[in-house]
């Protein structure tokens, strides 16, 4: 009986279940269709997610998708794509055969902006201004390096080039000065695993003689592969970019790489071919008659003179020889995507070869990528990356030289036009009576490479503990490792006219530089679902880095024979500095969506580092920002058909820039002590064990709207920013022992402003027309400084130096008129004292990107005008010719001459210049065909095929004298910017380029 009971009751919940699933089977919802863009074309890719349900997809190569949906209520799916807005479509019963047609984001409103290490929002609901730059917009033109494709493309940002040598040696600036002596870089992250961006010296000037920080050294930003890149956000400074903390008073640049989709994989073929030219020439004198030889070069120049005469050589184009070199460029990219809606995989890899415009200059670039993103369950979910880089460059020797002069400008600048010193059929070369070095066998015979390796793997781990209707809880971990060892070589060999006569001639210089970084982010993410569509998202987390650096340097002399084996030479000595650093942070966060209308955040970071005076002290990093859409309240009516979209946002925040590694420490010299042999001596600068990190503040605000129905996107923003606790070395007196101590030493202000349009009058199947216009200009001020005012960066006010006094600008260079008499019988001033008079200023009064983008059938135009106005350079290429007589304009060069050696209240430094310069950055043209016209050629294999010509620096407007305003002899230093001394000249870049998609 009880087993016949057991047997019914059993039978029941049996059929009962059946019953339940086949309700439930039956009450599935199956929808399908195809996705189109706004002008009818399949979109592949797409992703599709089902709100409040486990359900989604993609939309397959032809743009075919099909979504199952386990509820009889249905659900509501929502449709993304990258540079599309977001489309809804509420499926309630099955259906096929749906059409959804996606349009196209033109003014990027939909685009998610960062707000946190794991959070972000729409853009159209961001309080802070952050630029935006998609795979599309970086590199339309090839582009050496990932920060050389930033300049023009949006407001806030101004980007110079150190030297125009084959390799980077870019600095990259956003919203104006943030410290003194520190590096002006911004902070990178990739894939959310901070990189090291450092520029570590080569020790160039060991061979120079240059004085230190004149290396021509790249930023190591430069290894990155542009064409690895899906989109990279900047956050433009403190108010945006505090909650990264100590690290970010100099602002963050996001960046992500390229990941895989479900679907069925593709692969995107890219062949560019180029050539590389000299950008602009300087010039050279002509010598005319023998008086003019002797006035300049002595009599002893005069039988070369006759010979050239005789030779029909009277001038002889140096500078072509030197630099006219038509460098080819080959790129080769491929990036495969695929996956399941599991597991999605990208593989990426660049092939890049440049010659440099000098003969035996070049640089490559060998870059593999491999990202994998990993769906355990609905609620686990890991990204692992991986990437191996391989550059090489070659960048020969320019920038400033001492003793030997072996510069190529240097060189040239001291050589008359009439002399042939070119290499003989003999292989030797003459000897230049004006100059210690020849130039044709500086460039055939001396070496300086850069060879790095650079591994980087990154992680992500997405954990979702637990999720209902109105909340879940998320654990997020990032991080990864960024190691690269970079190996410098030079060789000065001793068959050389300039190595003859040293004593122990022959120079081989080594530099071998290993560097680890490792970062960890640890977060838990709650968001809360409360009644409508408000969210509060609370972010708590933790963040650890090491960094561990080994330099080790070898400088040899003194060789036998041409060969470089160390062991032949005389002397070895071998320099060591080793670097070790640990960071910990801690960060809270917590950000309310109110119904789309409103957002707020509220949020602090702590941090403490090795690198301070007391490494058990956290300084504190707090932010608090909000935006209001008053377009999306009921007050805004019919306005909404001009104004669809207008927003009022502002926001503060506090970030750091780190003190030096070894700031607090005394290192020690080795000295002869008495002549009792080898002991330990103090050096000129002296660490401070109660030095602290600086402190930037961040207030900005601003309006983002769009008008005329969408057509026209503004963004308009004002900041100010007040850096706290500015490092800089602070005299110490003579009885100390020694001359300087690094010190917290004042306070300084910044102020600007940002302007963006971004236009789209006309669009339609035939025709789009897509402008953008972006306008920067900011100013700082040294309001504090509790130091003796003193002269940085550059040669000295003869020519033009940096001057920090409060009350002016900390990147205004003093002359010869900024010291002692303002003018003739002025008894005010002495000859050594600052008078206040402004020579100049390193940062443009403004700068103005216009980029035009226009489609006419399957031809796309595009171009991109750089504008800088009102900034000086100190161009001491144009005063190593003027003051020898060897400049071209001879007339010119002799009153610049008379003027900047007047008597001081008359004297000028004429060699201040305006740099002001319109470059056209970017051109390219391409056509796409037409997928019925290939399919006629590949069938279905490739879905699209295009090809083009691109150009990068075809044209510069400029009144400069030199090569190009945009330079730096002292790197990434903010004192010594606009510093032009004997530079690898700039060069201009055309392709043609041919694309396949399959």
């Known amino acids: 009986m009880n087993k016949w009971r057991l ?20 009450q599935e919802v199956v929808v399908s269709g195809t996705v189109l863009d706004d002008r009818g074309k399949t979109v592949a890719g797409v992703s599709i997610k089902a709100k409040g349900v486990t359900a989604g997809g993609f939309s397959d190569s032809k743009g075919v998708w099909r979504v199952r949906i386990p509820n009889a209520n249905g659900a509501t799916l929502v449709f993304n794509y990258i540079g599309f807005k977001p489309f809804e479509l509420k499926a309630t019963e099955s259906k096929a055969d749906i059409v959804v047609r996606l349009q196209e984001d033109v003014l990027k409103t939909s685009d998610v902006v960062v707000t946190g290490i794991t959070s972000g929002i729409k853009k159209t609901n961001s309080p802070t201004a952050v630029g935006v730059i998609s795979a599309k917009d970086l590199v339309p033109a090839p582009a050496q390096t990932v920060d050389q494709a930033f300049a023009g493309k949006f407001a806030g940002i101004s980007i110079t080039q150190n030297t125009g040598a084959p390799g980077g040696g870019i600095n ?21 695993m901070i990189i090291n961006n450092n520029a570590f010296g080569n020790n160039s000037n060991s061979i120079t003689a240059a004085g230190a920080n004149q290396d021509q050294n790249a930023n190591r930003v430069a290894d990155i592969n542009p064409n ?122 660049t092939f890049r070869n440049e010659d440099g415009i000098v003969r035996r200059t070049g640089y490559q670039r060998t870059s593999i990528r491999t990202n994998i993103t990993h769906n355990f369950s609905e609620n686990l979910t890991v990204d692992a990356g991986l990437t191996y880089n391989r550059t090489n460059s070659s960048r020969g020797f320019t920038g400033n030289a001492n003793v030997n002069l072996i510069s190529l400008p240097y060189a040239w600048s ?42 980087m793997a990154s992680g992500k781990l997405n954990w979702k503990i637990f999720k209902t209707d109105e909340q879940k809880l998320e654990f997020i971990a990032l991080g990864g490792a960024d190691f690269f060892h970079q190996e410098n070589n030079q060789n000065s060999p001793i068959n050389t006219q300039h190595e003859a006569p040293r004593p122990t001639p022959g120079i081989v210089n080594i530099t071998n530089v290993s560097n680890l970084n490792a970062n960890l982010f640890l977060n838990l993410v709650h968001e809360f679902q409360l009644a409508g569509t408000t969210t509060i998202r609370t972010t708590v987390g933790a963040q650890f880095e090491n960094q561990e650096a080994n ?71 707090p932010k608090a920002n909000a935006s209001i859409r008053l377009s999306k309240f009921d007050f805004w009516g019919d306005v909404a058909n001009a104004i669809p979209e207008f927003k009022i946002r502002a926001a503060y925040g506090e970030a750091g820039n780190p003190a030096p590694v070894n700031a607090k420490f005394t290192t020690l010299i080795s000295s002869n002590i008495g002549g009792l042999g080898a002991g330990l001596g103090l050096p000129g600068t002296v660490g401070n064990p109660d030095i602290i990190p600086e402190r930037a503040a961040e207030l900005e605000a601003g309006i983002d709207a769009t008008f005329a129905g969408g057509v026209i996107g503004l963004e308009a923003t004002y900041f100010i920013k007040t850096v706290y606790n500015l490092i800089a070395n602070e005299s110490l007196p003579r009885s ?63 020519y033009g130096t940096n001057r920090v006094e409060r009350g002016f600008s900390p990147t205004m260079f003093a002359g010869r008129q900024s010291f002692g008499p303002r003018f003739m019988g002025d008894t005010a001033f002495t000859a050594s004292q600052f008078n206040g008079t402004v020579a100049g200023d390193a940062l443009p009064d403004f700068q103005i990107g216009f980029a035009n983008d226009l489609r006419i059938g399957n031809f796309n135009f595009y171009f991109l005008i750089d504008w800088r106005q009102g900034q000086e350079v100190v161009n001491l290429t144009q005063a190593t010719l003027d003051e020898i007589a060897n ?112």
């Open 7 to 26: 047997s019914v009751a059993l039978s029941t919940i049996f059929v009962c279940m059946i019953g339940a699933f086949a309700s439930a089977f039956a």
């Open 172 to 192: 990259v600036n956003l919203r104006g000065v943030t410290t003194l002596t520190g590096s002006s870089q911004p902070l990178y992250v990739i894939d959310g």
């Open 228 to 349: 690895d890149i899906e989109d990279i956000q900047v956050l433009k400074g403190p108010s945006a970019a505090a909650i990264y903390g100590a690290k970010a008073a100099a602002g963050v640049i996001v960046i992500t790489t390229k990941k895989g989709s479900a679907g069925k994989f593709t692969l995107d073929v890219s062949q560019q071919f180029g050539v590389n030219s000299l950008l602009k020439k300087v010039g050279q004198r002509r010598f005319t008659t023998e008086d003019e030889v002797r006035e300049v070069f002595g009599a002893g120049y005069v039988p070369t003179w006759q010979k050239a005469v005789r030779d029909n050589l009277t001038f002889i184009d140096h500078e072509q020889e030197m630099y006219g070199q038509n460098g080819f460029i080959s790129e080769t990219s491929l990036g495969l995507r695929g996956g399941s809606e599991q597991t999605q995989y990208y593989v990426g890899g």
């Open 414 to 455: 001291l050589m008359p036009s009439f002399d042939s010193v070119q290499r003989r059929p003999d292989g030797t070369y003459p000897i230049l009576k004006a100059n210690p070095s020849n130039p044709y066998e500086v460039i055939d015979k001396m070496n300086n490479t850069e060879l790095v390796n650079r591994f």
């Open 551 to 621: 330099s080790v340097n070898s400088l040899s002399q003194g060789f036998v024979t041409s060969l470089t084996s160390l062991n032949q030479a005389q002397t070895n000595v071998h320099a060591q500095n080793r670097l070790q650093r640990y960071d910990q942070g801690f960060l809270g966060q917590v950000e309310a969506d109110i119904n789309d209308q409103i957002y707020v955040s509220a949020g602090v970071r702590a941090d403490r580092s090795s690198a301070n005076g007391n490494v058990n002290q956290y300084y504190l990093f």
């Open 736 to 798: 100390s022992g020694v001359a300087f101590r690094t010190a917290n030493i004042g306070t300084m202000q910044n102020n600007g402003i940002e302007v963006a349009l971004n236009l789209n009058p006309v669009r339609n199947e035939v025709i789009d027309w897509r402008p953008r216009i972006n306008f920067f200009a900011s100013r700082a001020v040294m309001t504090e400084l509790r130091v003796q005012p003193f002269n940085s960066g550059g040669f000295g006010a003869f």
């Open 887 to 998: 400049a071209a304009d001879v007339a010119a060069a002799a009153e610049r001459q008379r003027i900047q050696n007047l008597p001081l209240g008359q004297a000028r430094s004429m060699n201040i210049e305006d740099g002001s310069f319109v470059k056209v950055r970017e051109v390219a043209i391409n056509y796409t065909f037409d997928k019925s016209a290939i399919g006629g050629l590949f069938g279905d294999a490739v879905q699209y095929l295009r090809v083009g010509f691109s150009g990068r620096n075809l044209l510069m407007f400029t009144n400069y004298l030199g090569y190009d305003p945009e330079v730096s002899n002292f790197g990434n230093v903010v004192l010594g910017r606009g510093q032009d001394v004997a530079p690898f000249p700039s060069s201009r870049s055309v392709y043609f380029n041919i694309a396949l998609g399959f």
